[in-house]
């Protein structure tokens, strides 16, 4: 275990004086356009920065799902189950409803038909991919003729990362 979390004590490391915590979230924004304004001018490392904030996302992460159901039952105490700390206002909501329609014949019909089309159209899908040019056939469901064209290929570029 690192030496940084032995010395840790309790919550230090989230109370810890941080301009963050006081900041509104337009001046978050404001902090974030100068940080990255100062590296395009200045230089920097960019690829540290950036293992760094991944670092931090995950420690947020988890622990706002550790924190969680006890910010639950000490919001219950709070009047309409809210409270406002550090510009940030924390309220329990209601989740999205989920149903469940397994029970109801009609649906388990349509949905069957929308999953075979589905299918279908994934299986369209994989045979377009794979060309490399144009060709007409003879569609076999409906005998007519097709054509059919290799799809536009689009891509962009994010990061992976993993934490060690």
Not at 41 to 57: H, M, Q, S, V
Not at 151 to 161: I, Q, V
């Amino acid at each position: 275990m690192s030496e940084a979390l032995t010395s840790l004590k309790g919550y230090e490391v989230i109370k810890q004086a941080n301009p963050i915590i006081s900041s509104t979230k337009a001046e978050i924004s404001a902090m974030v356009d100068a940080y990255i304004e100062n590296l395009s001018f200045n230089g920097g490392n960019p690829i540290e920065d950036y293992a760094i904030t991944e670092k931090l996302l995950f420690f947020i992460s988890e622990l706002q799902k550790g924190l969680k159901p006890y910010a639950i039952v000490d919001l219950a105490s709070h009047d309409n189950n809210t409270s406002s700390n550090n510009g940030v206002e924390v309220k329990v909501v209601a989740t999205p409803a989920k149903y469940d329609y397994s029970a109801n014949q009609a649906w388990v019909s349509q949905k069957a038909k929308v999953d075979a089309e589905s299918a279908k159209l994934k299986e369209k899908e994989a045979f377009i991919k794979s060309l490399k040019e144009s060709i007409t056939t003879v569609d076999p469901e409906t005998g007519e003729m097709v054509t059919y064209y290799p799809p536009a290929k689009s891509s962009g570029e994010t990061l992976r990362t993993s934490i060690a």
